[in-house]
């Protein structure tokens, strides 16, 4: 449970700058993105440990292009949401002249989710290595453990994300951009 919460920091931090961007995330939305990130937490490690078991020596390669995707995919998605919070700000300074209606938020589309959930659960296929003296069964196990934990805590990050984002209106689309591009950084530079 420990590493399902040390490995879900980075997937609680982009679900809360998705909630920071759309303030009209529902519970079924919230639960859409939870459960893409716990999917890709559980995944990645079975992944892992099937591949110890069958070619590593042949993907040794891949383990230096982690940083590098990782810091491609999040700094791509922050950027988007920061220029969709920069035009909310235009729209909403020129609305008071010509009435025009602004959306409030931004909502997040599957290519892009699915790209957070692979940025975010990247590292967690370097578990499925450390797992590999385990049994298929006790593999699994741990990666349900760390897929639900996973879960639950993305759920709260769009929660808190969604309450602040209403209170910051189109502030909260930068921030979370810029919280995705740090993510991004931090993982390459780690």
């Known amino acids: 449970m420990l590493l399902g919460v040390a490995l879900a920091m980075d997937a609680f931090s982009v679900s809360l700058a998705n909630g920071l961007s759309d303030r009209m995330m529902n519970f079924k939305r919230m639960s859409v993105i939870a459960g893409t990130f716990a999917l890709f937490q559980f995944a990645m490690p079975m992944i892992g440990w099937g591949l110890v078991h069958t070619a590593i ?19 791509l998605i922050g950027c988007k949401m920061i220029k969709d919070g920069l035009l909310e700000r235009k729209c909403r300074t020129e609305e ?4 025009a209606e602004c959306p409030i938020g931004s909502e997040l589309g599957i290519g892009a ?26 593999a699994l196990l741990s990666s349900l453990i ?29 921030l979370g951009g810029v919280i995705l591009v740090i993510i991004g950084i931090k993982i390459f530079l780690s």
């Open 113 to 138: 989710l699915m790209m957070q959930g692979v940025a975010t659960s990247i590292d967690a296929l370097s578990v499925g290595f450390t797992t590999s003296r385990y049994g298929i069964s006790e």
């Open 146 to 174: 760390i897929g639900a934990v996973t879960y639950l805590i993305c759920i709260a990050g769009c929660a808190i994300g969604k309450r602040m984002g209403t209170v910051l209106s189109w502030k909260a689309a930068i």
């Open 57 to 75: 020596d042949y993907l040794e390669w891949f383990d230096k292009l982690v940083p590098w995707i990782a810091l491609i995919l999040l700094c």
């Open 96 to 99: 008071s002249t010509d009435g």
